[in-house]
Each structure stands twice: as structure tokens, then as C-alpha cells.
């Protein structure tokens, strides 16, 4: 899927217009974490990777915003393990 595919099933024109109606939460090492209010229906908590990566919809922005942090500090977590184990070997 394409990023304006992707703004389209959003209900947006195309990935330019998301984009300014989005509010990034995170950024780390070129991907970008994001809550965009998707007309009358709440939050999308999205990542911006390749392919773009829903992570769910929720009734306000603290709650994606709640929901975007806990996934960027599991990714972090387990980055940091994997780190830490292949240091061991």
C-alpha cells in the first residue's frame, strides 16, 4: 500500500494532508510515531514506518499518546537486550 493509499483509507486526501493533521509523539532514528484525529471517530495511533503501522484507534489523544509511548519503550527494551546479549557472546 502506498502512503496516500494509506491517508485515503484514513479518510484524508492523501498522505500530505494526514500529515498535517498529525501530531508526531516520537522520532527516533528516522521513524516517527504519530496520533492524527480521524474525523469524528477518535485517534489513530499510527507509526510511520514501510509499510505504515496501525496501532489501534482510541477515544482521546491521551490515550493514543499513552498507547504510542508504551510501544516506542518496548521497542527500545528489546533493542537494548539484544544489545546487551550479543555483548555477552
Not at 16 to 40: A, C, K, P, Q, W
Not at 57 to 73: D, G, M, N, P, S
Amino acid at each position: 500500500m502506498s502512503r496516500d493509499d494509506f491517508a485515503i483509507k484514513n479518510g484524508f486526501i492523501n498522505y500530505e494532508e494526514m500529515l498535517f493533521n498529525s501530531i508526531r509523539i516520537v522520532y527516533d532514528h528516522g521513524i516517527s510515531f504519530f496520533t492524527t484525529t480521524i474525523h469524528n471517530d477518535g485517534w489513530l495511533a499510527w507509526i510511520d514506518e514501510r509499510p505504515e503501522q496501525v496501532i489501534g484507534i482510541f477515544e482521546t489523544f491521551e490515550k493514543a499518546h499513552e498507547q504510542l509511548f508504551y510501544i516506542f519503550a518496548e521497542k527500545e527494551f528489546e533493542q537494548l537486550r539484544t544489545q546487551d546479549f550479543e555483548h555477552l557472546c
